[in-house]
């Protein structure tokens, strides 16, 4: 147990689909970040907010939306995906400021798009 | 922030010591040396990080060369428990948003 949690663990939608993935985290951070880990590639990052704004967006396409509404709160909104998207989404927390911080990662979410 | 190089893959016995070489060659002097895993199927678990001198925790020791364009991740008495993806990860102490590139890692077979 991390102190970051994710729900769904799995799922699976089809491409006309819109759901959403929710990640929280228990531990005080402040900064948030998504991840997409596809089979046999290292894992991308996707977004990375601090205080609730976002800091990073690595030119994921739009059919991602990332929402931060709270420092403890990260969803990612889905819609209209398509089969390459399928993958392991990872949320992760830490604090966001410089010098040596870890990250804490949560379990993932399994991405099925049919 | 600097590229590391790692081995695909290793194997080790159950109960003896599992060394992990990263190679940094590229490494500046403001960068930390971090070492996570991801068991299979789970999200990516910090283990240790470091930027000059080595460091010990509960979980591992991490050695850096004097020149610190490598290092070594030890786990002491390796279980079956530690068969993992273990990813070394430099970072610059300036990076804000705390940003980890990750590589393809070393896969390690802990075997009975």
């Known amino acids: 147990e991390t102190g970051v949690t994710q729900t769904p663990r799995h799922l699976v939608m089809g491409m006309t689909n819109k759901k959403s993935l929710k990640c929280e985290q228990h531990l005080g951070h402040n900064a948030m970040y998504w991840y997409k880990q596809s089979a046999k590639k290292p894992l991308e990052l996707m977004f990375v907010?601090?205080?609730?704004?976002?800091?990073e967006n690595n030119s994921v396409p739009s059919r991602f939306s990332p929402e931060c509404p709270n420092s403890s709160h990260l969803f990612l909104h889905l819609h209209t995906l398509q089969p390459e998207d399928s993958a392991l989404y990872l949320c992760?927390?830490?604090?966001?400021?410089?010098?040596?911080?870890?990250?804490?990662f949560g379990p993932g979410t399994r991405l099925t798009v049919t | 922030d600097a590229k590391t190089t790692q081995p695909t893959s290793m194997d080790c016995a159950e109960g003896r010591a599992a060394n992990l070489p990263c190679n940094h060659s590229t490494i500046s002097g403001n960068e930390y040396v971090y070492w996570y895993r991801q068991i299979h199927s789970q999200g990516p678990q910090y283990i240790i990080h470091?930027?000059?001198n080595n460091e010990t925790n509960e979980m591992a020791s991490l050695i850096i060369t004097e020149d610190r364009k490598s290092s070594t991740l030890i786990l002491p008495h390796a279980t079956l428990r530690d068969t993992a993806v273990y990813y070394c990860?430099?970072?610059?102490?300036?990076?804000?948003?705390?940003?980890?590139?990750f590589g393809g890692g070393t896969r390690l077979m802990v075997k009975p």
């Open positions: 992760a927390s830490s604090l966001y400021q410089t010098g040596a911080y870890e990250q804490y």
């Open positions: 990860i430099v970072r610059a102490d300036n990076n804000a948003g705390n940003m980890l590139t």
């Open positions: 470091g930027l000059k």
């Open positions: 907010y601090s205080l609730e704004e976002r800091v």
